[in-house]
């Protein structure tokens, strides 16, 4: 059966793609959750307008998105941390810490991401991936110094 996917499905394909699943799946699973719709003629040319406005407002979230990106790597992001006489860091910043400080800092982003393997613990500047959503990833910089 061909569908019109509505929403990204991991495995089957992205939104507005047509693509061919059995009957049961379309039935039991796709078309209760509103995931998709069967892709007669009707549907297929309201596909092509829904396309262009999605294509549309994709472009310019992910200009914005570009926007932000290009700002916050500009300055670093400043976290002040207790230290000992030796410069010794007592705790240290996470992935969830980074994420609720750009969060205030670049207004609602609900897609961002941050690629932290382990929480940072040296004083210095280290460089942390982000991804915005929308395909925008970038770099920025974190700041720790002493408190």
């Keep these: 059966m ?6 990204d ?5 992205k939104i507005y793609e047509v ?5 049961g799946y379309a039935r039991n699973f796709l078309f209760p ?20 406005n999605w ?13 932000i990106q290009d700002k916050l ?8 941390l207790k230290t000992a006489g030796d410069d010794k860091v007592f705790g240290s910043v996470t992935k969830k810490e980074i ?11 609900e897609l961002l991401k941050v690629n932290l393997e382990r929480p940072l613990k040296t004083l210095g500047i280290h460089e942390v991936e982000i991804d915005l959503g929308r395909g925008v990833e970038g770099k920025i910089k974190i700041k720790l110094e002493k408190e």
């Design 2 to 7: 061909k569908v019109i996917l509505l929403q």
């Design 9 to 13: 499905i991991k495995g089957v394909g």
């Design 19 to 23: 693509k061919n699943v059995s009957d």
């Design 33 to 52: 959750r509103k995931l998709a719709r069967i892709a007669n003629d009707a549907a297929m040319n309201d596909l092509k307008s829904q396309k262009e």
């Design 55 to 67: 294509e549309k407002e994709n472009a310019s979230l992910r200009g914005k998105f570009t926007e």
């Design 73 to 80: 790597a500009k300055e670093p992001i400043l976290f002040n």
């Design 99 to 109: 994420e609720t400080r750009l969060m205030k800092t670049s207004g609602k982003l």
